[in-house]
Structures are given as C-alpha cells and as structure tokens.
C-alpha cells in the first residue's frame, strides 16, 4: 500500500489503472477510522481491482465555530487499518494542495440540503459536494462508498453525480454499530465515558421510533415527540439539534408516513454533536 500526498501523482496511478483495465474503488474519509470505514473498504476490496481509500479533512465544509482543527488526525494509525482491510492506496493530500489559492468554484446541490444538517450548518454541503467532486474528478472511480449514516450526505452526492454526469456507481453500505447500538463515529472519540453510555439513547429513539410504525403510527409529531421525550428523560442535559421526520428520496419533512421516511436526528451529548438516522415503510 502506497500514501499518495499530490494529486498529478493520484491521478497517474488511477490513469495507469483505468489503461489496464481495472475496476476502480474510491472510499472518501476525513481519517480517524473505525470500523464503519473498515466496511466500506472491505466492500470496495470485493468488488474492485484496485481500491482508493482518501483521507482529508476538508476544511471548506466546516463552520467558524466547528471543529476543524480539533478533527483526530491518525493517519499512521489509519495507514495499518487501510492496508490490513486491501486498501491499494491511501490520498492523503494537504489542504494547500487541495486548495492551492481561494476556491471561487463550488458545487451547490439545493432542495436535499435545506433541512437536517444542512438548515444546523450552513455551507456545511457546498463544502462536501465540492470536495467529493474534486476527488471524483482527481482518481477517476468507477464505484465510490459512502456509509448510510451520513444519510443526507449520501442523497446529496448521489444526486450531484447523476445531474452532473459523473457516471460513478454510488454504493451505500449501512450503518456499522457498537455492540450497544451506537453509530460508529469518529467523533465518538469525543465522548467522555459517562456521555458514551449516555449516547446510547439516540438509537434506542430510533428503534422507538421504527417500533411506533411498525404498530401503525403514521403522524410525524408524534414520532418526533416520542423521540425527545426518551432521550431528555435519559439525558436531560442533551441538546436537541434536529429530530426530523422526511421523505427518503427528497429529503423533505412530511406531516405523515405515507411511503418510504428518514427518520433522522442531530444531538449533542455533552460537547459532542452526534447524528444517527433510520429509514423505515408504514
């Protein structure tokens, strides 16, 4: 495995590739992996002749008041997991190469964004779907991996890479968990031990939540409602940022489950902000 830090040198490799015929597998990362980024590498593994783990922190998709320079930075730790899970070879770019003067392009994906995390963190999406693009545009994947608890990211660059041409494969791989229920997260890191145990509650509001459709709840309010009620009676100090109720396809709050629903949540436990989502059928 081979740490590639420019991009004309990713570029001749995926380049080098694509001329021999091979399939090629992108995993976009910002780093501090755990096993959720595992998985997707190990599915790239199996369905692709060469695979491409990147690993950036973007500072474009950050807030002012975000945690852009406290974000784990491991990358040695990360280069053993990549190599133990076949990944080929890890970009690892600095921001001055993936930024070499102010970008004035951009790549704005509307109405997906105007909820959940995009309504809590403006820009948040401008700065994901240029920097997915750029890495798109910079290796040349034929299949790119993307974790589907990342849900709005996901439906974002999908559709970007549909409208914009891009020809990618985007496969969704789900949701990895802690034995207890707890997204993996990087910035599970964060928490302390008492607001690890703590967190737990986020999926068991979820399972709440599939367990009230599944018994024949349609009314999002009242979802919603059953929701916060679990988790401040767990966790009185937590935070509320969103707990939404949307189509799965537009990312649109609805009033009912009618069809298929993102059930998605947004929670800071203790200073951690932390989201988890569930996509359930009436």
């Known amino acids: ?29 910002m780093g501090a992996l755990h096993a959720g980024h595992i998985e997707l590498a190990l599915k790239a593994r199996s369905e692709c002749g060469i695979v491409i783990m990147s690993i950036f922190v973007n500072p474009i998709q950050f807030g002012p008041n975000e945690d852009y320079k406290a974000y784990p930075r491991t990358l040695e730790a990360d280069a053993a997991k990549a190599q133990e ?5 890890i970009f690892a770019p600095s921001a001055q190469e993936m930024y070499p003067r102010e970008p004035l ?24 779907a240029t920097v997915v693009a750029k890495l798109f545009n910079i290796t040349r994947p034929d299949r790119a991996y993307f974790v589907m608890k990342d849900a709005q990211q996901l439906r974002v660059i999908r559709r970007m890479n549909e409208d914009l041409d891009f020809g990618i494969t985007i496969v969704p791989v789900p949701i990895v968990r802690e034995d207890d229920g707890l997204a993996m997260s990087s910035r599970n890191a964060y928490l302390s031990a008492m607001d690890r145990e703590r967190a737990v509650v986020l999926s068991r509001s979820l399972k709440l939540a599939q367990q009230l459709v599944a018994s024949g709840e349609t009314s999002s309010s009242a979802i919603k409602a059953a929701m ?15 707990i939404e109720v949307v189509d799965d396809d537009t990312v649109q709050p609805v009033q009912r489950v009618t069809g298929p629903a993102l059930i998605a949540l947004a929670v800071k436990i203790g200073s951690t902000r932390l989201i988890d989502n569930v996509t359930v059928r009436p």
Not at 8 to 23: F, N
Not at 109 to 128: I, N, Q
Not at 232 to 240: H, I, T
């Open 85 to 89: 899970a076949g990944v080929d070879y």
């Open 228 to 242: 916060e009620k679990l988790i401040l009676s767990e966790v009185p100090d937590a935070k509320v940022d969103y």
């Open 1 to 29: 495995m081979r740490i590639v830090r420019t991009i004309s040198e990713m570029r001749g490799i995926s380049a080098a590739a694509r001329h021999e015929g091979k399939l090629i597998g992108l995993v976009p990362t």
């Open 105 to 128: 392009t951009h790549v704005d994906v509307d109405k997906l964004t105007e909820h959940l995390c995009g309504a809590s963190r403006p820009g948040h999406f401008r700065g994901v």
